[in-house]
């Protein structure tokens, strides 16, 4: 079974960086599995962010961006602010239509 | 203006059975491959399945969760994806998701989302 891995926790004070990572348990990541970023606010549906490793979604700041580093597809966060703490889940794309999300990073700004 | 809204959710009991709607508007329905995904409460996202498109003979797969309990379907005339779920589990309580999936050229990436619809299972 994939499981695809997401720190689960991640801090960061107003005006920093901070990148999150998204994992496989077994293999690397690349621009293959198509990396997406999904937001999500309480009780809000996800937004997407970032798809295919490194693409801004239509109207996502550009404070936001992905990349491969190293085995794994990130998410950095550049100026981070303080409507960005929110849960912040990976998606990679396995083939034949199947799709498997992370566990989530919760991200605090403080 | 795109527009996913799910529908069908409620209290339904252990081995019990839901169908769940997502009507879609604002976009080529007929075309898109559309998947559902789940989320327990204060827990992450969960792939449930997808539907391909006629041209892909409606081929669906099912995370392993569900499969064998719940069946995804479409009415392209209706613009409308469904899912069905049997033999309900209190662990299958969660907000499920419906969300279309971009898969042309290089991209695979889900860029439509709905609201969600809660489905709860208890006795």
């Known amino acids: 079974q994939t499981v695809v891995t997401q720190e689960p926790s991640f801090s960061v004070s107003p005006g920093g960086t901070v990148t999150l990572t998204c994992g496989l348990s077994?293999?690397?990541?690349?621009?293959?599995?198509?990396p997406s970023w999904y937001q999500q606010t309480p009780g809000q549906p996800p937004r997407t962010l970032i798809y295919?490793?490194?693409t801004r979604s239509s109207g996502v700041p550009d404070r936001f961006s992905g990349s491969i580093l190293g085995n794994k597809a990130a998410l950095t966060i550049t100026g981070a602010q303080a409507d960005d703490e929110s849960d912040y889940y990976c998606?990679?794309?396995?083939?034949?239509?199947?799709?498997?999300f992370g566990g989530g990073t919760k991200l605090t700004v403080l | 203006e795109v527009q996913l809204v799910e529908s069908g959710g409620g209290l339904v009991q252990p081995g019990g059975s839901l169908k769940l709607s997502c009507a879609a508007s604002g976009f080529t329905f007929s075309g898109s491959a559309m998947h559902w995904v789940r989320q327990a409460s204060g827990k992450g996202l969960e792939w449930v399945g997808h539907i391909r498109s006629k041209t892909t003979n409606f081929a669906t797969a099912y995370a392993a969760s569900v499969k064998g309990r719940f069946t995804i379907s479409r009415d392209d005339s209706k613009n409308t994806a469904y899912l069905q779920m049997n033999s309900l589990k209190t662990e299958d309580t969660a907000v499920y998701y419906c969300?279309?999936?971009?898969?042309?050229?290089?991209?695979?990436?889900?860029?439509?989302w709905g609201q969600g619809t809660l489905v709860t299972v208890s006795s």
């Open positions: 969300t279309r999936i971009y898969a042309w050229g290089s991209s695979r990436h889900f860029d439509y």
């Open positions: 998606a990679l794309y396995m083939g034949s239509g199947i799709v498997v």
């Open positions: 295919n490793t490194n």
């Open positions: 077994s293999g690397s990541v690349s621009t293959s599995y198509y």
